[in-house]
């Protein structure tokens, strides 16, 4: 059993930038690939990133490349969503999710947190 839990969301203006974090607990939580989604309301649920379990892959998702950029501390079992330049349609609940492949859909993935609340104001 892996727990997630994220953290760094809030309220922010457009052109400025957050850091989420995802500390993972639990049985080798670091082995897994780690990814962030996101959904917004009325809208389904959308893959952001994701990074296998050394830490090398960072794959973003191809519309958020250059924006956003995902990394891991192992030591700290902590995964990370830099996001710059947001925009507001980059409001969204923000969910980390842990599994045993380098997917890009929900079914990838065997573990999630609670999601955290990311709001950028025009």
């Known amino acids: 059993q892996v727990h997630l839990v994220e953290s760094g969301g809030g309220l922010v203006q457009a052109g400025g930038s957050l850091r989420l974090s995802c500390a993972a607990s639990?049985?080798?939580?670091?082995?897994?690939?780690m990814a962030w989604f996101r959904q917004a309301p009325g809208k389904e649920r959308e893959f952001v990133a994701v990074?296998?379990?050394?830490?090398?892959?960072?794959i973003p998702s191809r519309s958020l490349k250059g924006r956003f950029t995902i990394s891991r501390d192992n030591a700290k079992n902590t995964v990370y969503l830099q996001m710059n330049s947001l925009r507001p349609e980059d409001t969204a609940v923000y969910y980390c999710?842990?599994?045993?492949?380098?997917?890009?859909?929900?079914?990838?993935?065997?573990?999630w947190g609670q999601g955290t609340q990311v709001t950028v104001s025009s």
């Open positions: 999710a842990a599994g045993g492949v380098l997917g890009t859909r929900g079914n990838d993935y065997d573990y």
């Open positions: 639990g049985r080798s939580s670091s082995g897994y690939a």
């Open positions: 990074i296998g379990a050394s830490g090398t892959t960072p």
